[in-house]
Structures are given as structure tokens and as C-alpha cells.
């Protein structure tokens, strides 16, 4: 059986939903999928401040993916919530480094 990694994401939105925008989870990495989601409810908990609604789902990550590039995206959509998206992507050729960002309602995010 192959073992999948799983990363935590947890995003603060105004109330109304309006903006919103990535927050730092307790831990990022974890061994397994099952590990991750029994630590999102706290996680999620610990993150709220009242000013805003935390949203927080765990996405499974192919552990070979490790030393490759890798692209998490996310968005918020009114059927599911909090959508992660985790992808491989091909590196740029030679020497480039890309940085790009997306300018979502008003904030900018990494794609």
C-alpha cells in the first residue's frame, strides 16, 4: 500500500465572505490523511478570532512529490466550502525562478 502525506490549509474569511485570505495552521505536514483531519477541528477552533470564519481542509500529497514541484491552489465556493486543489507541475527550464500571484477580491494570493 503506498503512503500518502496530507497538508492542512485554513483560510479566514470575512463575515459575508467577501475576502478571504490563507492563515497559518499549528502544523502543515502530516504522516497521514487521518492524522491531519482529527487535527482540523482544533486547529480550526484555535484559528477563529471572531472577526472572521475559518474554513479548513487536509489534501492529500503524494509523499514522491516531495522533491518535485508542487502546486496548491485553493478557492471558496458556495456547494463545498474551501476547495484545495494539490498538483505537479513541470519546473520552469534552466535557471528561472517564477513567481506569480493572482489578485482575488481584493487580495493576492499564490496561485
Do not use: F, N
Request: charged share 20%; proline share 5%; net charge negative.
Amino acid at each position: 500500500m503506498e503512503h500518502i502525506a496530507a497538508i492542512m490549509l485554513l483560510v479566514g474569511c470575512s463575515k459575508g465572505g467577501l475576502s478571504c485570505g490563507e492563515l497559518a495552521a499549528p502544523q502543515v505536514a502530516y504522516e497521514t490523511m487521518e492524522d491531519c483531519v482529527g487535527a482540523l477541528p482544533l486547529a480550526i477552533g484555535s484559528a477563529g478570532d471572531g472577526a472572521r470564519i475559518v474554513h479548513g481542509r487536509c489534501a492529500a500529497i503524494d509523499p514522491a512529490w516531495t522533491e518535485e514541484d508542487v502546486e496548491i491552489s485553493w478557492r471558496m465556493t458556495k456547494e463545498s466550502g474551501l476547495v484545495v486543489d494539490v498538483r505537479l507541475v513541470a519546473p520552469p527550464s534552466g535557471d528561472v525562478i517564477v513567481a506569480t500571484a493572482q489578485l482575488v477580491k481584493g487580495e493576492a494570493r499564490l496561485p
